[in-house]
C-alpha cells in the first residue's frame, strides 16, 4: 500500500503565526503560506480577513491545513472596540455588523454555487433579515464550573474556582465571566461573578474535566423577553450535596433578582460526559415556577428549563414571518388543504399557519416527544386548531402514511444542523408536493440537499438568509421550492 504522500508546509501540532486574508463558510478565516513549491491554504475558525494569530496545527492535507485558534495577535484594522467582556460565543463582537453580514451573504450564496450547482443564485436571493437586537438578544445560556482556569495576563492555565465559558478550543479549561458579554442579559452576567463566589466559599470544589471529579458543574438561565423574568438551574453531582444549602442559593438568587425571579430548580448530574443534564440525572423544583412564558407573533408558549425554544425570540418572529410568507405566497396552497409540518419541534410554524389559514389542516412530525408535548400544550393554550401532531422519525412517518402522496400541496421542512438523511429526503420528494419551504441552521447540508431536490423536479424560486445569532458565524436560510 502506498505511502500518502504528506504536505511540504506543516505538520501536525505545529504552532503558526499566520495572517488571515479571506473568510469561508462557518467562520473559518483564510492564510496563505507561500513558498517557490507554491501557495498552501490554512483554515483557521473563528477568524477574520486583517487579523494576525497564532494557531496549532490539528489536521494536515497534501493541500490544505485546519488549525485551532491559539489567540489573536493582532486585530484587524476593521474592527471595533466594545465595553463587553471577549467570549468564545461571540468571536466577531468587535467587527460591525454590517462587515458581518457582508461576509455571511456572501459566503452563504457561494455554497449555493458550489456544492448546491445553483450558479444563479445571486439572482434568487431574497433578503438578509437582520437580527432586531445585535447585543443581549439570547434568551438562555449555560455557564460552566471548572477546577482549572485561564490566567489572562500570563496565558496558561491555573488552579482557580472558575464559573463562566470554557476557553475556545480548550474543553478542559474556564475562563471566568467578570462582566456583560453582550449577548445575554446584562443584570445576570454582572452578577456572575457574585454567584461564583458565594458557591466558592462554601469549600466545595468545581468540576475538574481531566480528572472527572466535583460538585458544581453549571449554571443555566432562561429568559423570558415577555415577562422579563428569569428561570435558573444548578446543576450539580449529588456527592457532597447534603453539604449545599439549596434554599439559602435560592434566596441568594431571589436577592439579586428580587421580581425577576421566576424559580429555581436542581439538577444532578453524576455522568462524566460534557453534557449540561444527565440522561438518568434527576431535577427538582427548590422554590417558584418550573416554567416561564415567551410571545411569539402574538402566540404564548410556556418553556420548561428542558424545553427547545428558539434562542433570539425576536429574530425568530423574523424568521417565521419569512416562512410564513413565503408559505402562504399561494394562499390557494394552504386554504382548505393539509400542509406537513416536518421536523416541526415544539409546532411554532404550524401554528402560526393555522392561525392566518383558513381551514387549513397542519400535520405536524418531530422524533422528540417532549416537544410534540409541548407542541400540544401550547395548540391548546393559544386555542388553535386544525392541528395533529405526531410523536415520529418523519422517514419511518411518511413510509406508514401512503395515503399522503399527491395529496399534499405544501410541505414545510425545518431539519436539525445535520440535515436530512438522504432517505428520508426521498420520501418527502415522493410526497410530490407542489411547493416546498425549506428552513436550515446549516446551509451546507441544505445546499447538499438542494441538488437532490433540483433532480426530482424542483428549483429554487427564491432564497432569504436570517442573522438569528450576530457576532458568530451562524446564519439561518429559507428557501421555496417549486415544483416544476
Not at 242 to 260: M, T
Not at 363 to 369: E, L, P, R, T
Given at each position: ?63 490544505y ?10 486585530n ?8 463587553y ?6 468571536p ?25 450547482k ?58 471566568n ?52 423574568q ?35 430548580l ?12 444527565a ?18 407573533l ?27 410568507d413565503?408559505?402562504?405566497e ?8 393539509i ?49 395533529k401532531?405526531y ?9 406508514e ?25 426521498k ?13 436550515s ?44
Open positions: 500500500m502506498p505511502k500518502r504522500e504528506r504536505n511540504k508546509f506543516v505538520k501536525r501540532g505545529q504552532i503558526l503565526e499566520l495572517t488571515i486574508e479571506d473568510y469561508a463558510f462557518g467562520g473559518k478565516g483564510i492564510a496563505r503560506i507561500r513558498s517557490e513549491e507554491g501557495v498552501f491554504v490554512v483554515f483557521v475558525p473563528n477568524t477574520i480577513p486583517g487579523q494576525t494569530v497564532k494557531a496549532q496545527v490539528k489536521k494536515s492535507t497534501k493541500n491545513a485546519e488549525c485551532n485558534l491559539i489567540d489573536v495577535l493582532q484587524s484594522e476593521d474592527e471595533i472596540s466594545v465595553p467582556q471577549d467570549i468564545p460565543g461571540a466577531y463582537i468587535q467587527l460591525p455588523i454590517e462587515l458581518q453580514h457582508r461576509y455571511k451573504k456572501e459566503s452563504t450564496l457561494s455554497l449555493f454555487k458550489r456544492i448546491g445553483v450558479p444563479n443564485i445571486d439572482e434568487l436571493f431574497d433578503e438578509l433579515v437582520t437580527s432586531p437586537n445585535v447585543f443581549h438578544y439570547r434568551n438562555k445560556m449555560e455557564y460552566g464550573f471548572s477546577a482549572i482556569g485561564y490566567d489572562r495576563i500570563n496565558k496558561t492555565d491555573i488552579d482557580i474556582f472558575t464559573l463562566g465559558f470554557k476557553r475556545r478550543g480548550v474543553w478542559w479549561m474556564g475562563d465571566l467578570e462582566k456583560d458579554s453582550g449577548l445575554f442579559d446584562t443584570l445576570v452576567e454582572d452578577n456572575i461573578s457574585t454567584i461564583r463566589k458565594y458557591c466558592e466559599a462554601t469549600g466545595l470544589s468545581p468540576w475538574h474535566g481531566p480528572k472527572r471529579v466535583g460538585f458544581f458543574r453549571y449554571f443555566v438561565v432562561r429568559k423570558s423577553y415577555k415577562t422579563d428569569l428561570l435558573f438551574n444548578l446543576v450539580t453531582t449529588s456527592y457532597d450535596l447534603p453539604k449545599f444549602d439549596l434554599n439559602d442559593f435560592s434566596k441568594l438568587l431571589q436577592g439579586i433578582f428580587k421580581e425577576r425571579f421566576a424559580g429555581f436542581h439538577s444532578v448530574n453524576d455522568e462524566t460526559g460534557d453534557r449540561t443534564l440522561t438518568s440525572g434527576t431535577s427538582q423544583l427548590i422554590s417558584g415556577e418550573d416554567k416561564i412564558v415567551e410571545e411569539l402574538g402566540l404564548n408558549f410556556e418553556i420548561s428549563m428542558k424545553s427547545f425554544f428558539q434562542t433570539n425570540p425576536k429574530s425568530a418572529e423574523k424568521l417565521y414571518s419569512k416562512v410564513i413565503y408559505a402562504l399561494n394562499k390557494e396552497a394552504i386554504d382548505n388543504t400542509v406537513m409540518d416536518l421536523f416541526c419541534g415544539t409546532g411554532t410554524i404550524g401554528q402560526i399557519l393555522a392561525s392566518r389559514s383558513t381551514n387549513a389542516k397542519i400535520i405536524g412530525v418531530d422524533i422528540v416527544a417532549s416537544a410534540i408535548k409541548d407542541a400540544i400544550k401550547n395548540a391548546k393554550r393559544n386555542h388553535i386548531n386544525g392541528l401532531f410523536t415520529a422519525d418523519v422517514g419511518k412517518f411518511l413510509y402514511h401512503p395515503e399522503y402522496k399527491n395529496k399534499i400541496r405544501t410541505i414545510i421542512l425545518d431539519p436539525s444542523r445535520a440535515g436530512i438523511a438522504p432517505k428520508t429526503l420520501k418527502i420528494i415522493a410526497i410530490n408536493a407542489e411547493r416546498i419551504v425549506y428552513v441552521c446549516n446551509p451546507a447540508t441544505q445546499a447538499r440537499d438542494t441538488v437532490e431536490m433540483m433532480n426530482h423536479g424542483y428549483e429554487i424560486k427564491k432564497i432569504s438568509l436570517v442573522d438569528q445569532f450576530p457576532h458568530t458565524s451562524h446564519i439561518e436560510t429559507v428557501v421555496l421550492f417549486e415544483k416544476i
